[in-house]
């Protein structure tokens, strides 16, 4: 993995430096920086591939064509052999250097030949274009902004950047940076920034499947634009031919991991495998093994002391059935707060996945040992493994059978009598959840139930920012996304593909591996899987349990062993979670109520501190249970804190 950043606009090597180093952890193995008259591109290297080439920027032969690249082009090998026949030469075995011969031969069009993950800019000298890209689900990121901005005396006219840190240290556009009131709302509406708008105004992310162009003065066409290459595709055209049986669908699906598997190990540094011991990622461990000798294959966890939040048990389990070199930590409560500062200083943006938390140090962990790990990302999403799809058949039942007096009247005070507890997922939680989801139209149930507040609770806590919002303005862009799906299993799986995915999972994957130099691989995520369970039925996915399909595979059949153990292919989905409501019970309470109700931002004044005084009050006697919301509103202004009030350009 690498870190890339680039502007158009008044050249300053010291400040384009500034702008790539603050990168480092995502390439703290080499560096560079290409600088002509009006486009400065660097970048940082975390080398994995040909470690003695691939020095970036990379130009082609006459230079006529630099880029700046992240990521891994996982189809590289055949993209190479087809751009070889074509003439082109290459100097070493980097995936690099088929970005570039690609765009020679295909134009803007190369990126529906790359396959993998990955975000580059190009500069086209001779027509005196950037061209840039992100790959099709999200996995690596990418910033810009279009507007330009002037001060100390330099000038930017377009920007990008792997993270938005990079952009704060030019000191044309970091006094400039405001935080927007439509991102807050956001953030509030979901636990992370959503959609194609970041924290600050006037700075945008590409979103995933989009490519860009931003043409120079004076050429052809000069400006910004922006399309799509690839979308999800969940509706029913997509399906063509007749629907295959569960067993040709499961064979089909553990050829294509096997092959995504196989083509994520090309690396010349040490691999290994996060592995919960969760179906998905101990999926990932059980084919890897099948491909290498499993003593060879290293696994790495991390467990807790609190036992509803442990897995390390079940991961122990899993890597004895498969006979791989596992490795395992521990830690304490005190180890997790540790993190907590140093992990919300080094993010981009307010993001209030606390699973971050534990994955970051998983990721620590594992970096002591090998510098790329393969994840189990993206299973939940595909097959369908969220609690919430098995909450939507009694959902429609209770929608249609209990009328919205009785609801409000009965129902929702006699769940409230529910005893709360700190454990993880209790029933009270998921009780509040489900009554709080069935009262909205049906196709906003998904981002209802994971949502961090109701519209109520937003109308009493941001009265300013809320007024007039109704769940349709909410979540107006996941309606339009899902018009057209009438099944509630596609609309579920379109939220958590378009929206849950890329903008939560795949977010909280790079910031806390890249925090550590570590690239994690994907292969659930692997483009011709999606594209091939997308186009399956709604009931190979959800049919008396979860990931109907991918248990099957695991299974085995027609000959085939199973793949692990029926106490993983049938456990329970637990989550990667740490005990944040018992903390802010204990622990925590202190610096919680110092964060909500004392060291409070003034760029934050839309809040009312009543509202959050209630709600801290509530949590704390156990009278409910608001961990949820209480540490969205504990990351906002930890982040505003350390992010909105200092100097952050280095140059002046």
Same mark, same amino acid.
């Given at each position: 993995?690498?870190?890339?950043?680039?502007?158009?606009?008044?050249?300053?090597?010291?400040?384009?430096?500034?702008?790539?180093?603050?990168?480092?952890?995502?390439?703290?193995?080499?560096?560079?920086?290409?600088?002509?008259?009006?486009?400065?591109?660097?970048?940082?290297?975390?080398?994995?591939?040909?470690?003695?080439?691939?020095?970036?920027?990379?130009?082609?032969?006459?230079? #006529?064509?630099?880029?700046?690249?992240?990521?891994?082009?996982?189809?590289?090998?055949?993209?190479?052999?087809?751009?070889?026949?074509?003439?082109?030469?290459?100097?070493?075995?980097?995936?690099?250097?088929?970005?570039?011969?690609?765009?020679?031969?295909?134009?803007?069009?190369?990126?529906?030949?790359?396959?993998?993950?990955?975000?580059?800019?190009?500069?086209?000298?001779?027509?005196?274009?950037?061209?840039?890209?992100?790959?099709?689900?999200?996995?690596?990121?990418?910033?810009?902004?279009? =507007?330009?901005?002037?001060?100390?005396?330099?000038?930017?006219?377009?920007?990008?950047?792997?993270?938005?840190?990079?952009?704060?240290?030019?000191?044309?556009?970091?006094?400039?940076?405001?935080?927007?009131?439509?991102?807050?709302?956001?953030?509030?509406?979901?636990?992370?920034?959503?959609?194609?708008?970041?924290?600050?105004?006037?700075?945008?992310?590409?979103?995933?499947?989009?490519?860009?162009?931003?043409?120079?003065?004076?050429?052809?066409?000069?400006?910004?634009?922006?399309?799509?290459?690839?979308?999800?595709?969940?509706?029913?055209?997509?399906?063509?031919?007749?629907?295959?049986?569960?067993?040709?669908?499961?064979?089909?699906?553990?050829?294509?991991?096997?092959?995504?598997?196989?083509?994520?190990?090309?690396?010349?540094?040490?691999?290994?495998?996060?592995?919960?011991?969760?179906?998905?990622?101990?999926?990932?461990?059980?084919?890897?093994?099948?491909?290498?000798?499993?003593?060879?294959?290293?696994?790495?966890?991390?467990?807790?002391?609190?036992? #509803?939040?442990?897995?390390?048990?079940?991961?122990?389990?899993?890597?004895?059935?498969?006979?791989?070199?596992?490795?395992?930590?521990?830690?304490?409560?005190?180890?997790?707060?540790?993190?907590?500062?140093?992990?919300?200083?080094?993010?981009?943006?307010?993001?209030?996945?606390?699973?971050?938390?534990?994955?970051?140090?998983?990721?620590?962990?594992?970096?002591?040992?090998?510098?790329?790990?393969?994840?189990?990302?993206?299973?939940?999403?595909?097959?369908?493994?969220?609690?919430?799809?098995?909450?939507?058949?009694?959902?429609?039942?209770?929608?249609?059978?209990?009328?919205?007096?009785?609801?409000?009247?009965?129902?929702?005070?006699?769940?409230?009598?529910?005893?709360?507890?700190?454990?993880?997922?209790?029933?009270?939680?998921?009780?509040?959840?489900?009554?709080?989801?069935?009262?909205?139209?049906?196709?906003?149930?998904?981002?209802?139930?994971?949502?961090?507040?109701?519209?109520?609770?937003?109308?009493?806590?941001?009265?300013?920012?809320?007024?007039?919002?109704?769940?349709?303005?909410?979540?107006?862009?996941?309606?339009?996304?899902?018009?057209?799906?009438?099944?509630?299993?596609?609309?579920?799986?379109?939220?958590?593909?378009?929206?849950?995915?890329?903008?939560?999972?795949?977010?909280?994957?790079?910031?806390?591996?890249?925090?550590?130099?570590?690239?994690?691989?994907?292969?659930?995520?692997?483009?011709?899987?999606?594209?091939?369970?997308? #186009?399956?039925?709604?009931?190979? =996915?959800?049919?008396?349990?979860?990931?109907?399909?991918?248990?099957?595979?695991?299974?085995?059949?027609?000959?085939?062993?199973?793949?692990?153990?029926?106490?993983?292919?049938?456990?329970?989905?637990?989550?990667?979670?740490?005990?944040?409501?018992?903390?802010?019970?204990?622990?925590?309470?202190?610096?919680?109520?110092?964060?909500?109700?004392?060291?409070?931002?003034?760029?934050?004044?839309?809040?009312?501190?009543?509202?959050?005084?209630?709600?801290?009050?509530?949590?704390?006697?156990?009278?409910?249970?608001?961990?949820?919301?209480?540490?969205?509103?504990?990351?906002?202004?930890?982040?505003?804190?350390?992010?909105?009030?200092?100097?952050?350009?280095?140059?002046?």
């Amino acid at each position: 993995m690498c870190g890339i950043v680039g502007y158009v606009g008044t050249p300053d090597p010291e400040v384009l430096t500034a702008m790539r180093d603050v990168l480092t952890h995502r390439g703290p193995d080499e560096c560079g920086n290409f600088v002509d008259e009006l486009v400065s591109l660097g970048h940082r290297r975390l080398s994995i591939i040909d470690l003695e080439h691939g020095h970036q920027p990379a130009t082609n032969p006459d230079g #006529s064509v630099v880029l700046v690249y992240n990521g891994e082009i996982y189809n590289h090998l055949t993209v190479r052999g087809e751009l070889e026949t074509r003439g082109y030469q290459y100097d070493s075995r980097c995936d690099t250097e088929s970005v570039i011969h690609a765009y020679e031969a295909y134009g803007t069009a190369c990126v529906d030949h790359l396959d993998g993950m990955f975000a580059f800019v190009l500069f086209d000298r001779s027509r005196g274009v950037l061209f840039g890209a992100r790959d099709r689900l999200g996995k690596k990121p990418l910033y810009y902004t279009s =507007k330009p901005f002037q001060g100390n005396g330099r000038l930017v006219e377009f920007a990008f950047a792997s993270e938005l840190k990079s952009l704060r240290q030019h000191p044309a556009i970091a006094p400039a940076l405001e935080i927007s009131d439509t991102a807050v709302l956001s953030f509030l509406l979901h636990d992370y920034v959503a959609g194609t708008q970041s924290v600050y105004q006037h700075v945008q992310r590409l979103p995933a499947g989009h490519a860009f162009t931003f043409g120079l003065p004076g050429s052809a066409r000069e400006g910004f634009r922006a399309w799509r290459y690839w979308d999800i595709d969940l509706s029913p055209k997509h399906s063509t031919g007749p629907t295959p049986t569960e067993q040709e669908a499961s064979e089909r699906v553990r050829t294509l991991l096997t092959s995504a598997v196989e083509a994520r190990l090309m690396s010349d540094v040490p691999l290994g495998v996060l592995l919960s011991g969760g179906l998905d990622s101990s999926l990932v461990t059980s084919l890897m093994t099948r491909l290498r000798p499993p003593h060879t294959v290293q696994t790495f966890t991390i467990g807790f002391h609190e036992a #509803s939040f442990d897995e390390s048990r079940h991961a122990a389990e899993a890597a004895a059935y498969l006979g791989t070199d596992h490795h395992c930590r521990r830690f304490a409560i005190s180890d997790v707060q540790d993190q907590m500062d140093g992990l919300i200083d080094a993010l981009d943006e307010p993001f209030a996945d606390p699973s971050i938390l534990p994955y970051s140090m998983l990721c620590q962990f594992a970096r002591e040992h090998v510098t790329v790990a393969m994840g189990g990302v993206g299973g939940d999403e595909l097959f369908a493994g969220y609690d919430p799809f098995r909450a939507i058949g009694p959902a429609r039942a209770y929608a249609k059978a209990i009328p919205n007096w009785l609801h409000r009247g009965a129902v929702v005070p006699l769940a409230g009598l529910i005893p709360t507890s700190s454990r993880n997922m209790p029933l009270s939680f998921k009780a509040a959840r489900f009554l709080r989801g069935v009262t909205v139209p049906q196709r906003a149930w998904p981002p209802v139930w994971m949502a961090p507040f109701t519209i109520a609770q937003l109308e009493r806590l941001v009265p300013d920012l809320a007024r007039n919002l109704t769940v349709e303005a909410g979540y107006a862009s996941f309606l339009e996304e899902s018009r057209g799906l009438e099944h509630d299993v596609d609309r579920m799986l379109s939220f958590y593909q378009r929206f849950y995915l890329p903008d939560d999972i795949l977010v909280k994957a790079d910031r806390a591996s890249m925090l550590h130099s570590l690239e994690v691989r994907s292969p659930l995520l692997d483009t011709a899987l999606v594209a091939y369970v997308n #186009s399956l039925p709604p009931r190979m =996915k959800l049919r008396r349990t979860t990931k109907y399909l991918l248990k099957r595979v695991a299974e085995g059949g027609n000959g085939q062993g199973p793949l692990l153990p029926r106490s993983i292919i049938h456990r329970r989905k637990k989550g990667f979670g740490i005990p944040i409501a018992r903390w802010i019970r204990e622990g925590l309470y202190d610096l919680f109520h110092e964060t909500l109700l004392g060291n409070w931002p003034s760029s934050l004044g839309m809040f009312e501190r009543s509202e959050v005084a209630r709600l801290l009050d509530r949590h704390r006697r156990g009278a409910e249970n608001h961990y949820k919301e209480l540490w969205a509103r504990f990351v906002l202004p930890s982040w505003v804190n350390r992010h909105a009030r200092r100097p952050t350009t280095a140059v002046s």
